[in-house]
């Protein structure tokens, strides 16, 4: 019966030998029987040989046998006879555990272990004592030491308590480091969250901009596209007014030369034939109407020039009313004013203002061939966006806020095909028969609102016929 003794020795009973020559001897020996061969090989488990362990105990037996059985176990050992010097040496490296006698000369077991954790919070610590001091080393326990262990005990108790403690050790330090790499997981991941947050504002931001730019782009072309037509109108204009103003002049005296002639025919050519006389009617129609539209040219393309007064709108509408009383009669158009009490003068050349009424009545009488109703307002009101002809750059002229005097023309008459609406205002356009329109009647308005700094639109109204708008600045 082998027994593992206070004093560290095995008794064989034949013999007392140390237990690492006890050890080696029985690793070394061919037969033996089970038992010694268990215990042998418990006591020469190999463990890592970088785990350190400290004994400190002031019995050189117990420190020398320690070293001797854990060294065997492969452990790294090293060895102090006083709690001081332990400490230094604690403080020379890193030690897994200790073996720590509480009863020691030069410093109380309590302190002692504080003082070791302290310099090595992670070294797991396991206390001998005597039976005597149980109750001081089981308070100790409960502090900071892994397990206690009194004398006399088995070297099998204390390597199994050793184990544990390496085994608590290793697996509180693997605890520690997943719980770091978790918190650096989670530090990295809140990394990547935030980079991730501000990349997704950063598109955020610059989809916003690009957005901005992309409507401003649009906005931009839409005024490029005005400023184009308007280009490519003034243009036209301008040079179908000079051929105009040319072809006028050299046709307007051979037409007065012809109408003289026709006059002087019709009243020296004393003729009993029937047939003369309708063909003079008929010539004299012609040269009228050729003289008509020669007019119409030469207002078109009559010097820019205007004579502005002080006027009131109401009255210059009510006198171009009268200029076409007689058409409205002869086609049983009938007529409802609204005429704003309160309007505030306009600047204007009351004659071509005149000529513009004029104009824009005749079209609408000509639209309603069957009768119907001219109805025309005035009234004052504060502009809420500049100009209602969006697009235009005359509209640029008109401010939010300003006040401009309004003049509406509307007719319940045939009304004007879409296509259509954007010509209406182009030299020569007609949808009537030859002799009845000149195509120049809305052009020449055009350049005399223009002139006036005003803006004029034309479009159909819901209920049928066509409304007209001028827009002065008051
Ligand atoms: N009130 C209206 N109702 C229907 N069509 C109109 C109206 N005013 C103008 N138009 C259209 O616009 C065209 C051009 O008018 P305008 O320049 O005055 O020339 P004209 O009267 O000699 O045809 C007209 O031929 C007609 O087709
Ligand atoms: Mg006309």
Excluded: W
Excluded at 43 to 49: A, G, I
Excluded at 133 to 144: C, K, M, R, T, V
């Amino acid at each position: 019966m082998v027994q593992i003794l206070l004093n560290y020795q095995v008794i064989t009973g034949e013999e007392q030998i140390t237990l690492s020559a006890y050890a080696l001897r029985q690793r070394k020996r061919s037969k033996v029987d089970k038992h010694r061969r268990k215990i042998c090989n418990q006591l020469t488990r190999s463990v890592s040989p970088n785990t350190h362990v400290l004994v400190i105990d002031d019995d050189g037996g117990t420190r020398e046998t320690l070293s001797d059985v854990l060294r065997l176990r492969g452990y790294a050992i090293e060895t102090a006879g006083l709690g001081q010097e332990g400490l230094k040496k604690l403080s020379t490296r890193p030690f897994d555990a200790a073996i720590v006698d509480i009863k020691l000369p030069d410093i109380s077991g309590a302190d002692l272990l504080r003082l070791i954790k302290e310099a090595s919070p992670e070294i797991e610590v396991i206390l001998i004592t005597a039976f005597a001091s149980l109750n001081s080393a089981i308070q100790d326990i409960n502090g900071d030491a892994f397990a206690y262990i009194t004398r006399p005990f088995e070297m099998n108790h204390l390597l199994v308590t050793l184990d544990k403690a390496l085994e608590k050790r290793h697996l509180s330090m693997e605890s520690r480091r997943l719980s770091q790499t978790a918190q650096q997981d989670l530090a990295e991941r809140r990394r990547i969250e935030e980079q991730l947050k501000q990349a997704n504002a950063e598109l955020a931001r610059r989809k916003r901009l690009f957005q901005t730019a992309l409507s401003d782009l649009g906005k931009s072309h839409e005024q490029l596209k005005a400023a184009q037509l308007q280009l490519i109108q003034a243009e036209k204009l301008e040079s179908v007014g000079r051929l105009a103003a040319g072809v006028a002049h050299e046709v307007k005296n051979p037409l007065a030369i012809i109408l003289q002639g026709i006059n002087y025919l019709s009243k020296h050519l004393a003729t009993d034939n029937g047939n003369i006389a309708l063909a003079l009617q008929d010539m004299d129609k012609a040269v009228k109407r050729a003289d008509s539209i020669v007019r119409g040219l030469l207002d078109f393309s009559a010097p820019s020039e205007l004579r502005l007064n002080t006027e009131e709108l109401n009255s210059v509408m009510e006198q171009s009313l009268l200029l076409v009383r007689h058409e409205m009669d002869k086609y049983h158009v009938n007529e409802v004013r609204e005429l704003s009490e309160h309007l505030l003068p306009v600047r204007l050349d009351r004659i071509k203002i005149e000529q513009v009424f004029v104009n824009i009545f005749l079209n609408a009488i000509q639209a309603m061939p069957e009768g119907g109703t001219l109805a025309v307002k005035t009234y004052t009101k504060q502009l809420t966006v500049a100009g209602h002809n969006l697009g235009s750059r005359k509209a640029d002229h008109f401010r939010i806020g300003e006040t401009v005097v309004m003049a509406e023309v509307e007719d319940t008459g045939t009304g004007i095909p879409g296509d259509q609406l954007s010509e209406v205002f182009d030299p020569f356009f007609t949808t009537k028969s030859t002799g009845k329109g000149t195509g120049l009647g809305l052009t020449v308005t055009k350049k005399i609102i223009d002139l006036h700094g005003g803006l004029i639109n034309i479009g159909n109204r819901k209920e049928g016929g066509v409304r007209v708008t001028i827009m002065f600045k008051a």
